[in-house]
């Protein structure tokens, strides 16, 4: 069965430090890969997508994500991270022989600390 | 846009006691989810839709059911609230094709006591 994989499940930084998170999936075929952010008491909301083309995507609030074929990773990386970025985030894949379910990691829990 | 839209937003429930968590979405979108979300287990699919008419079951569809007469509306029925419903629902929905993203709603937290 497909699954999604985020190695960490809490990270604790402090702001200013660089952030990478990982995942990895498992499926050989096609793939859209996303990430999702999650804020203290809001909804889910996209954070950056990987469709086709160019493996290194950007996403919204200075984030962007590498996808590597060969490791079946899209980490999710910020140079510089703020106190705002506090928050949860859930790397999920649509497999090519699916086309409506997606596949959800566990989710990491980001504290950046003042 | 209003997006997805859930109601309620918090709900307190007795055991044994049934609920509908209304969802609806005004984007015209053909696939409509619910997950559960419970802490350290990320998203888990309940139940999914595919177009009017038309639902199936997720990975834990125990306990749920849902209907879809409609393109923009897609509620989940508990019939009989357990504590181990106790959790955070979320609708999204999503257009056709494979190259989509989903939209979801604010969450509903149950509480089943």
């Known amino acids: 069965a497909q699954s999604v994989s985020q190695h960490n499940h809490h990270v604790i930084l402090s702001e200013a430090a660089s952030l990478e998170l990982g995942c990895n999936y498992s499926?050989?075929?096609?793939?859209?890969l996303f990430w999702y952010v999650q804020y203290p008491g809001q909804h889910l909301q996209l954070l950056l997508k990987?469709?086709?083309?160019d493996p290194l995507v950007k996403g919204i609030k200075g984030f962007e994500a590498e996808f590597i074929k060969s490791k079946f990773s899209f980490n999710l990386r910020k140079p510089s991270v703020q106190w705002s970025d506090t928050a949860e985030y859930f790397c999920?894949?649509?497999?090519?022989?699916?086309?409506?379910?997606?596949?959800w990691g566990a989710g990491t829990k980001l504290i950046i600390k003042p | 846009n209003a997006g997805v839209t859930q109601t309620p937003k918090f709900r307190i429930l007795k055991i044994g006691q049934s609920m509908t968590l209304q969802c609806t979405q005004d984007?015209?979108?053909?696939?409509m989810y619910w997950y559960r979300q419970d802490p350290g287990m990320g998203l888990k699919l309940i139940y999914y839709?595919?177009?009017?008419?038309?639902?199936d079951k997720g990975e834990v569809p125990n306990g749920y059911n849902v209907s879809r007469s409609t393109t923009e509306d897609f509620p989940l029925r508990l019939e009989l609230a357990a504590p181990s419903q106790t959790s955070v629902y979320f609708c999204?929905?999503?257009?056709?094709?494979?190259?989509?993203?989903?939209?979801f709603g604010q969450g509903t937290r149950l509480t089943v006591v």
């Open positions: 839709s595919v177009g009017a008419g038309i639902t």
């Open positions: 990987y469709f086709s083309g």
């Open positions: 984007m015209n979108h053909n696939y």
């Open positions: 999204a929905s999503r257009p056709t094709g494979h190259n989509t993203e989903a939209f």
């Open positions: 999920a894949v649509n497999v090519s022989n699916s086309n409506y379910q997606l596949i």
């Open positions: 499926y050989g075929g096609t793939v859209n």
